[in-house]
């Protein structure tokens, strides 16, 4: 195997790195899916399982937010029980968690038990990214882990993807073949069938030499796994992960709080060109979902080629500074996007733009984070950074969904249905307008952080120091 500076990464890799890789890309890839399937499905199960006179956005936000909040509890879970058992175990664990609380989702009869699965769904959803990166980044080669956890970020695109592409094939059986409105519970039983199926191939999983030797070693020398008091007790790792928390809350509360909800953008956008157009009401909801369907792909199609570019030029020039343009951009697409998205034609270069800049972040996430803590507190460290700050982004939709209500114009009780629902519409475009700032704390936060740029992981720098 091929060793020089000019060997493709790929090519560092053996058979059992590869499966490595594929395993923990998987993981994440049909995690991703799911969410993204929650997001399309979130409008019709609103209207599907709420009360007369509750609002579906409204409520839409406190489902998002508990969703939200399951993930950020289930980060701080597996991620300290990652460290101290294991990557491998834990991981398939979690994937187990969602897939059988996503496809339970379908069979909710009301909000509150659809909330409650959510609440788990998101338990299991928390731990996946930070489990996924520590796995990759202590198996792999160090001069191939960059990209390698670029690309493995990347892929959670190829879900998001695969949700729309489910997501066009339902809208289209909407259409004549299944109750028109009853989308979202058959997006919630297709989103768990390949995740499940994924369980029965991770049992395969190892795991890795370097966190089984550090392990073994940490026996004689008392290194703490898997502790947050060695996390947050430690300046070197504390300076490190409070900066990291709050540029991962940029991100996540920027995607999650106002871009994932450009489904409701597009619902509205796309239900009043559909009625202007004159197309029959019960066929309105199955047009919507394709177009929403296809918005997603949209976003996503962006975002694999924003998640690429990032790796590319953050091995380039630097994590922190790709990172700060990145967070800039994202706040100027997603600003402009919710502004200005007014046409079916806008949806084909407004939305790829956003979703390229909101989402290259992310890619700096999955590169970055782990090179900041040693094998000990690595999954720990980054379900810390990437998924603590999610009990802060949880706000992010309940705020999104408050905020449009205060910013809704006032109309008149005998205005009519299209003069309130434009109102509305113009509330939540406010509404997220104002929240893109958030992108601005990520900005900041970067420059507190260390550049790792060229660097070994930190438990190498210190052997290294030993000799």
Known sequence: MSNSPDTPWYKLLNREHWFVFTMASLAWMFDCLDQQL????????MKALLKPGQDPKLFGGYATAIFVAGWAMGGLIFGAVGDRIGRAKTLTFTVLIY????????????????????????????????????????????????????????????GNVTASLIAICVGYLELGRITPGSAWSKLFLIGALPAFLCVFIQVRLKEPEKWIKAKAASKASGTQFGS????????????????ALF?????????????????????????????????????????????????????????????????????????KPVLSVAFLAALI???FTFRFLNQRSDIFWMIPIMGFCQMSVFAGYAIYLPELFPVSLRSTGTSFCYNVGRFLAAAGPYSLGQLSVWLTPAVAAAALDTEKAAA???????????MSLVFIVGIVAVRFLPETKGLPLPEDQDAAKAL
């Open 247 to 319: 540029m991962c809350v940029a991100g996540v509360v920027g995607v999650w709080g106002i871009g994932f909800f450009s489904p409701e953008l597009i619902s509205d956008v796309i239900g009043r060109a559909l009625r202007e157009e004159g197309v029959a009401k019960e066929l309105i909801p199955g047009n919507t979902t394709i177009w929403k369907g296809v918005n997603l792909m949209m976003q996503n199609v962006g975002a694999f080629l924003g998640m690429m570019t990032f790796t590319r030029l953050a091995a380039r020039f630097g994590r």
């Open 38 to 45: 929650f997001n399309l499905a979130r409008p019709d199960a």
């Open 424 to 434: 509305k519409l113009q509330g939540f475009r406010e509404a997220c307008c104002w």
């Open 99 to 158: 897939s059988l609380c996503t496809g339970l989702s379908a069979f909710s009869t009301g909000f509150t038990d659809f909330a409650i699965y959510r609440f788990i769904t998101g338990l299991g959803v928390g731990g996946v990214f930070g489990l996924s990166v520590a796995l990759v980044a202590d198996s792999l080669p160090d001069k191939a882990r960059p990209s390698a956890l670029g690309l493995l970020q990347a892929l959670s695109a190829v």
């Open 228 to 243: 947050y008091s060695a996390l947050l007790g430690n300046p070197r790792w504390r300076s490190r992960a409070i900066p």
């Open 333 to 335: 697409s997603t600003w």
